[in-house]
């Protein structure tokens, strides 16, 4: 999946998305998701690269414990055939904020 069908796919929930991080000059609130891509794992041979997966990491950040947009997350991406990881969850005490990140 590319930049471009992850982020339509993403804008699907009705909440802010953007790739990596929003403009610093525009506040934005809880909940909101950001995405960007992650280390990959080239297949190469004869001093070619024949595939190139696209890997993201999906950031979730709510004030709140919010289930119900986790599992809404979760819907879209099985519906749409995406398999996918979820990590540990954080909560940032500092920003009083949960942190839930998604690896597809």
Known sequence: MKFKELF???????IPVAYDHFDSNKEINPPFLAYREVSINTFKADNKSFYRPYEYEIELVTEIKDIA??????ELFNNNNIPYDKSDEVWDDD???????YNI
């Open 8 to 14: 339509d796919l993403l804008k699907t929930l009705n």
């Open 69 to 74: 947009l986790e599992e809404q997350i979760e």
């Open 95 to 101: 920003e009083k904020i949960y942190h839930n990140f």
